[in-house]
Structures are given as structure tokens and as C-alpha cells.
């Protein structure tokens, strides 16, 4: 996926950080009960915002995130609870909560290509 392309059709939003933060928990619950690229590319666009929001957009741009993939969707989403429940006491915690959702397409079998090509469809329909 083309994160550094997604990251500049990426708006910064008026939303309070603690609400995104919010909204990204509410996506990842909805994503792990219906495990599909419609989901996925909600949660992106969230994430997305959040990185901008919290100006970690230049990190993603430029060096990436390493997908972090569990044996299976449960530690998947474990690991992925617990990186939220526990950001204010780790600094890394929204790269590691992006890598740990960049690996939930490969737990769901989610074409990357079709996630990209979605995700740039959904932002050409609403601008």
C-alpha cells in the first residue's frame, strides 16, 4: 500500500485527539467482528487522521511501519487493545498500533491492492 500517498489525500480534522483515539477503538471492534475491507478502510482512513492529528504522518511518510502479524485475529487484537490501553505510558505506541493494524490484513487475507484501490475510490467520492 501507498501509505505516503494516503497520508497527503489526508485531511487534519477538528476532532479533539482524545475522540479520534476514541473512534479508532469503536472502528477496531467493528473491524473484528466483520473482518472486511469495507471495515479496514474505515479504520485506515481513521488511523490515517490520528497520524496526522498527532503529527507522526512524517514517520509514516518516510521511513514506514513494518506490519506486525500474531498467530492469529485474537493476540492480533490483543496486542492491538493493549497498545491503546496503554499509550500514555509508551511513547512508540501509535507506530506500534500501526504496524500491529497493518498486519490485520494478512490475519484477514485482505488484498492490499484492493484495500488501496478502495481506500482511493472512498476519497475521490468525498472531496
Keep these: ?38 471495515s479496514y478502510i474505515e479504520t485506515l482512513n481513521d488511523m490515517l487522521q490520528a497520524a496526522v492529528q498527532m503529527e507522526f504522518d512524517f514517520v509514516l511518510k518516510y521511513f514506514g511501519a ?18 491503546i490501553g496503554t499509550r500514555k505510558s509508551n511513547k512508540d505506541w501509535f ?4 504496524s500491529l493494524f497493518l498486519g490485520i490484513a494478512s490475519v484477514f487475507r485482505l488484498d492490499s491492492r484492493g484495500i488501496e484501490s478502495e481506500f482511493f475510490e472512498m476519497k475521490k467520492s468525498t472531496s
Design 95 to 98: 507506530l506500534q498500533l500501526f
Design 1 to 38: 500500500m501507498d501509505i505516503k500517498k494516503m497520508i497527503e489525500m489526508t485531511e487534519i480534522t477538528d476532532l479533539d485527539i482524545e475522540l479520534l483515539i476514541s473512534r479508532v477503538n469503536s472502528d477496531f471492534i467493528k473491524l473484528y467482528k466483520e473482518k472486511n475491507i469495507e
Design 66 to 83: 513494518a506490519p506486525i502479524v500474531a498467530a492469529d485475529e485474537r493476540i492480533q487484537f490483543q496486542e492491538i487493545f493493549k497498545c
